[in-house]
Every structure is written in structure tokens, then in C-alpha cells.
């Protein structure tokens, strides 16, 4: 089973940028879909972005589309979340995810392997 350790999450004013960065551990990293989700305050965890094994497809939420960019360097094991322009409401922990099938999904259910999060502040 793959570990996740996320990093790079903190306070940002609004418009500002922020990198998330996901460290894999194993061997098998580039044969797993790669996805990262968040949770607000009082809220549901939610699809934010995703990737395939080679980062030939990605996938937004409406809500990050054009402002956000998933990337994965297999030779680092490392997936990446660049966050442009942001938002109060993007205020969440953010968790890496991992899924050990070819397709690209939206669902926590289709993802086995999770971070422990990191914290994400936009400030008004």
C-alpha cells in the first residue's frame, strides 16, 4: 500500500498562490491514478482535481478549473497542486489520494490510500 505525506498548505491572502506537495512512498507510484480532494469547515470532502498514471488526462471541479493545475513527476514519486488566484471558500485541508485502477474517478470511495491533509487559509 502506498503512503501519502502532503505538504506546502498555509495562510494566503486572496489572489495569492500556494504549491501542495504530495510525496509518495513505494515503488509503483506511476501505476496509480493520483487525486487530490478537500474538506471545509462543515462540509463534505470533495473532488478538486485529479490525474492518470501519466498525467495524459487531469480533471478539475468547476469550482478550480483555471485556477488550479494537478502535475505528477514519476521519477520523484510527487504529485503536485499549484493553486493560482485564491479564494476564501478554497479554505480547507486539502488530502492527496491514491487509486490503484487505470480509470480517473471523482469519488472518495474509488481512491484506497489517503494523506493526513494539509491546511489551506485564503484570507480575506
Known amino acids: 500500500q502506498v503512503q501519502l505525506v502532503e505538504s506546502g498548505g498555509g495562510l494566503v491572502q486572496a489572489g495569492g498562490s500556494l504549491r501542495l506537495s504530495c510525496a509518495a512512498s513505494?515503488?509503483?507510484?506511476?501505476?496509480?491514478?493520483m487525486g487530490w480532494f478537500r474538506q471545509g469547515p462543515g462540509k463534505e470532502r470533495e473532488f478538486v482535481a485529479g490525474?492518470?498514471?501519466?498525467?495524459?488526462?487531469?480533471d478539475y471541479a468547476d469550482s478550480v478549473k483555471g485556477r488550479f493545475t494537478i502535475s505528477r513527476d514519476n521519477a520523484k514519486n510527487t504529485v503536485y497542486l499549484q493553486m493560482n488566484s485564491l479564494e476564501p471558500e478554497d479554505t480547507a485541508v486539502y488530502y492527496c489520494?491514491?487509486?490503484?485502477?487505470?480509470?480517473?474517478?471523482?469519488?472518495?470511495?474509488?481512491?484506497?490510500?489517503w494523506g493526513q491533509g494539509t491546511q489551506v487559509t485564503v484570507s480575506s
Open positions: 489520494a491514491a487509486r490503484d485502477r487505470a480509470t480517473l474517478v471523482r469519488t472518495t470511495t474509488g481512491f484506497g490510500a
Open positions: 490525474t492518470n498514471r501519466n498525467s495524459g488526462i487531469t
Open positions: 513505494g515503488r509503483t507510484f506511476s501505476t496509480y491514478v
